[in-house]
């Protein structure tokens, strides 16, 4: 090969490698949606909303939104410890709520039933407690020295595929069951 055919070589597998380096410097954002992004279910007792939320400055989910409106002129009941976390269409857990201490989450047994008054709404934030995430140690594996209990978890990322709730409510002996279910999906963006 001659000097030129050389130079030639040189250059294009430079060129190769700076464009390596560019594309893998660009940064990458990946998103999540949700499809629907409310899903709504509705029979004779009650009207159910539910919702992904998005992580506070994240582009990715964390919790849902659930809101049940009692359309009776009974009390209805929500079991939490027969209301299930889909995923893929199997149970993955139960759920976990807003404002959910570390000693509620320590000594998690039975979870509560909640009751919707005749006419009333129930709107809250729930996280299935199997994605929980823990703050407590660091990436290197060490213990953080100024964690506290109470602010070592926090909600998981929601994964991609169809996720929703299936919802255990009842009225006098009689028992209303749901599912609510809906697709998420994520795509990778370059900035």
Not at 27 to 45: D, E
Not at 174 to 191: G, S, Y
Request: aromatic share 12%; glycine share 8%; proline share 4%.
């Amino acid at each position: 090969m001659d000097k030129y055919g050389s130079q030639m070589k040189k250059k294009v597998f430079g060129g190769i490698l700076i464009l390596s380096f560019i594309l893998a410097g660009c940064a990458q954002v990946r998103v999540y949606s949700s499809k629907p992004a409310i899903q709504n279910v509705s029979n004779a007792h009650y009207d159910a909303q539910f919702e992904p939320q998005l992580a506070e400055g994240k582009h990715y989910f964390n919790a849902f939104r659930l809101v049940i409106t009692n359309k009776t002129y009974k009390d209805l009941v929500l079991d939490w410890s027969r209301t299930y976390y889909l995923l893929n269409g199997r149970r993955n857990g139960q759920f976990g709520w807003e404002k959910m201490t570390f000693e509620e989450l320590k000594g998690i047994k039975e979870q509560p039933f909640v009751t919707i008054g005749p006419g009333n709404t129930l709107s809250t934030v729930v996280f299935p407690l199997k994605l929980i995430a823990w703050e407590e140690y660091t990436r290197g594996g060490t213990r953080k020295q100024d964690s506290k209990p109470e602010e070592s978890f926090y909600p998981g990322v929601i994964q991609e595929g169809e996720n929703g709730i299936s919802l255990y409510i009842k009225q006098d002996d009689k028992v209303i069951q749901e599912r609510i279910t809906f697709n998420i999906t994520l795509e990778v963006l370059r900035k």
